[in-house]
């Protein structure tokens, strides 16, 4: 494989469901080439997350036999303005974020991951794992304190997510980050790394209607963009 298709493929691989086991995930098993922006992309998404990577001769990859993620429909029509985005800091924000030990999960065994299982032409919720498809292992791992939420553009990003980011970052080794102000999908966080990798976060919206201990909000919007006051803008769009 040349450098290129394996450095896309690396990335790509970072957000799809690699190993599906149930049919809800295993539509995110997929590459997405698509068009956006009038230019050439190939995409990888899962249900929280997706990548987009610029498309040249070295990487195409052929269209999926039968589409099942609508994954340009997510995209916005336009962008309004990108915000630059201090890439030290983020990272800096993101290692000062404590870390916890928790129960390592894993499918269950008992309805295979689904929650819920047939049985002569009846569907049972599965009490094994309480419907929600896993069971926990005897193995703990360590994760970012999930209490604390990163805020950006009036809307919060979990840890899970901006690992996601920062994963990205490191690999790609990006020194160049912008935030990506658009007039679509307020629930989507578009950013732009080095100018050819976009990356979309579903953020939970607005700040007042969550549940979120504000000590443990670790602000990017204030000590990140340089450009332009975020929030200023949103406000003068309403
Ligand atoms: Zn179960």
């Known amino acids: 494989m040349n450098p290129i298709k394996e450095k896309t493929t690396k990335l790509l691989d970072l957000f799809r469901v690699k190993y599906a086991y149930s049919a809800y995930e295993e539509k995110f098993t997929q590459y997405i080439p698509l068009e956006w922006q009038e230019k050439r992309w190939i995409g990888a998404c899962n249900p929280h997350s997706f990548i987009l990577v610029a498309e040249c001769e070295e990487n195409k990859m052929p269209d999926p036999e039968k589409k099942v993620v609508n994954l340009q429909g997510i995209l916005p029509q ?15 924000q993101w290692k000062s974020v404590p870390t916890i030990e928790t129960d390592q999960k894993t499918q269950c065994p008992s309805c295979e991951g689904e929650g819920r299982f047939d049985h002569w032409g009846d ?10 498809g896993e069971i926990k292992t005897n193995r703990k791992i360590k994760i970012k304190d999930p209490k604390y939420t990163f805020y950006i ?3 919060l990003l979990t840890t899970d997510k901006i690992e ?11 020194e160049k980050i912008s935030y990506m102000v658009t007039n679509g999908n307020k629930s989507l966080a578009l950013f732009c790394l080095e100018g050819e990798i976009i990356v979309g976060l579903a953020r939970w919206l607005p700040l007042e209607d969550n549940d979120v201990d504000s000590e443990k909000i670790i602000d990017l919007s204030a000590k990140c963009i340089k450009m332009q006051d975020l929030e200023t803008i949103e406000v003068m769009r309403n």
């Open 153 to 155: 553009d009036g809307k």
């Open 78 to 92: 336009s962008i309004l303005f990108e915000a630059e985005m201090d890439q030290k800091e983020l990272i800096r």
């Open 123 to 132: 569907t049972y919720d599965c009490q094994h794992c309480e419907e929600t």
């Open 164 to 174: 996601k980011m920062v994963t990205t970052i490191d690999m790609l080794q990006s």
